[in-house]
């Protein structure tokens, strides 16, 4: 007769030290959700302030885009220059492109085309893709 041992199955829960966000994957270290200050510090960005939204329509005499009133893009970096070169009245274009995730355009690519659609109608200039 054999002796059966009972072996305690334990598991170790390791501690996330840092929030998760890449282009594939988003996960917060804990409960309190993404710290989106620490992402602003960083990549160099700027928190979507009340006043550079309403700076965005003062200039263009449009609404901001969905996007930005919704709180989907919340950081910027350099629109404050895009803004004020518009304001100075110096031309300006945008350009664009798809991103290095896939060898096509995909479905992925449409924010950022809509978004670059809104600005190239918002301030009235060339876009190139």
């Known amino acids: 007769m054999t002796e059966?041992?009972?072996v305690e199955n334990t598991t170790t829960e390791v501690k996330q030290e840092e929030d998760i966000v890449t282009a594939f994957?988003?996960?917060?270290?804990d409960?309190?959700?993404?710290?989106?200050?620490?992402?602003?510090?960083?990549?160099?960005?700027?928190a979507m302030t009340p006043e550079i939204i309403k700076r965005i329509e003062d200039l263009s005499g449009k609404p901001a885009h969905r996007f930005i009133r919704r709180g989907i893009f919340f950081c910027e970096r350099d629109l404050k220059v895009i803004?004020?070169?518009?304001?100075?009245?110096?031309p300006f274009y945008l350009?664009?492109?798809r991103g290095p995730s896939a060898d096509a355009l995909h479905m992925g690519h449409t924010i950022p085309f809509i978004f670059t659609k809104?600005?190239?109608?918002?301030?009235d200039v060339p876009l190139v893709i």
């Open 83 to 90: 803004l004020d070169t518009y304001e100075k009245k110096q």
């Open 95 to 97: 350009y664009t492109g």
């Open 25 to 29: 994957e988003i996960e917060a270290k």
């Open 31 to 46: 409960d309190s959700g993404i710290d989106y200050n620490k992402l602003l510090d960083k990549y160099g960005c700027f």
């Open 4 to 6: 059966e041992k009972k």
């Open 118 to 123: 809104y600005l190239q109608d918002a301030f």
